[in-house]
């Protein structure tokens, strides 16, 4: 839903007899920004900090300029209701985490159905970013919400498993009630735990009461959380890191939008990209200290062990892939194609989920 503009000026100035022109301040653009989680978290710390400073500098010297709400942690949207807040034009731009949507965007959760990948999220940032400029279907995915695919994104830090108790083994996890996002829940198949959907939100209180056992997290959002203060046992599973959102817009406003603005949106989330790795990769050493402080409480998973558990699992990318082809989506050409990336770097894969 486009918002009216705000009432331009452009009343002459009269001096010294003689008609001069006044120049026109920049047309103001009003734009809600959205995103259900907290700004502790990196991803939304960047909207403020790198993707609205990014936009505004994009506009300076241009006819426009942007007048910005942000709406974080719940205040207009709950976690994985973002893409609604956009579709229906509560909000004209959206951080999207795809995670929580692995129904309405399967193919956006394309590493999340194949765990145990690499553990550097720019790779997997990239490698997703180019499944949307070369795979026909991927970014018009996006279309069906009335969104416009901007760029960019964020990839979420290597995965480890945090629990109220120790796990060395699979089978310590036998029984016990594991909370992981979205699709991550299908990681713990075959180990004998028992897996919860749930988010970063709830995640310490639920294990405060004991709800849940133990998250399947990332570092740096579980140290911001508190987490080892009612999680303190970290198991290194090399998981992977996990391409988890994006920035879009609503497509209908974007196509309203003068070329300075929707060329400014772009080139903001790829700035926010850019930024948000950075700061990711200095923090990761840090939120691993905090949340695993001594090595009592501190377990890397043996590499056969890592593969026991990765072989363990059914076949989550086929199964994935072919669910989203009986949608009309290229789930296995997406599979094909990302794993096909994934290799070509030399990326360590605790399991190969190619369908060849």
């Known amino acids: 839903m486009r918002k009216p503009l705000q009432h331009i000026w452009a009343l002459p100035v009269l001096a010294a007899g003689l008609a001069v022109p006044a120049t026109a301040p920049a047309q103001s653009i009003d734009v809600t920004l959205v995103n259900g989680h907290p700004s502790i978290f ?4 960047h909207l403020t900090e790198t993707f609205i400073p990014a936009v505004n500098t994009a506009l300076e010297g241009t006819d426009y300029s942007i007048n910005w709400s942000e709406a974080y942690g719940g205040s207009l949207a709950a976690v994985g209701g973002e893409m609604e807040a956009v579709e229906v034009g509560l909000a004209e ?5 795809t995670v929580f949507m692995p129904t309405q965007l399967p193919l956006q959760n394309v590493s999340y159905n194949t765990p145990f990948g690499p553990s550097d999220p720019r790779l997997v940032m990239e490698s997703v970013a180019m499944l949307h400029d070369t795979v026909p279907g991927v970014e018009e995915s996006w279309h069906e919400y009335d969104a416009e695919y901007l760029g960019g994104g964020f990839a979420l830090d290597n995965y480890v498993l945090m629990t109220n108790f120790p796990v060395t083994s699979i089978e310590d996890l036998e029984g016990r009630r594991i909370a992981a996002p979205g699709p991550a829940v299908n990681w713990l198949e075959g180990t004998g735990a028992v897996g919860v959907s749930g988010n970063l939100t709830t995640y310490y209180n639920d294990i405060q009461t004991g709800v849940f056992d133990g998250v399947i997290v990332f570092p740096t959002a579980a140290a911001p959380a508190r987490l080892h203060e009612v999680a303190p046992y970290v198991t290194i599973t090399d998981f992977g890191a996990q391409y988890a959102g994006t920035l879009v817009a609503n497509r209908t406003w974007f196509a309203d939008q003068p070329e300075a603005v929707q060329n400014a949106l772009r080139s903001a989330a790829a700035a926010y990209t850019e930024a948000y790795l950075v700061e990711q990769t200095d923090r990761v050493a ?3 200290a905090t949340i695993a402080s001594d090595d009592d409480h501190l377990h ?3 590499p056969e062990e890592r593969t026991r558990w990765a072989s363990a699992l059914p076949d989550i990318a086929g199964v994935w892939a072919e669910n989203a082809n009986g949608m009309g989506l290229p789930g296995s050409e997406v599979l094909t ?3 096909d990336a994934l290799k070509a770097a030399g990326a360590d894969l605790g ?4 369908q060849r």
Do not use: C, E, H, N
């Open 337 to 339: 194609a990302y794993i």
């Open 300 to 302: 890397v998973l043996a």
């Open 93 to 97: 731009v959206a951080a999207i985490p």
């Open 286 to 288: 840090a939120a691993m």
């Open 351 to 354: 399991r190969d989920w190619s």
């Open 42 to 45: 990196l991803w939304v710390k």
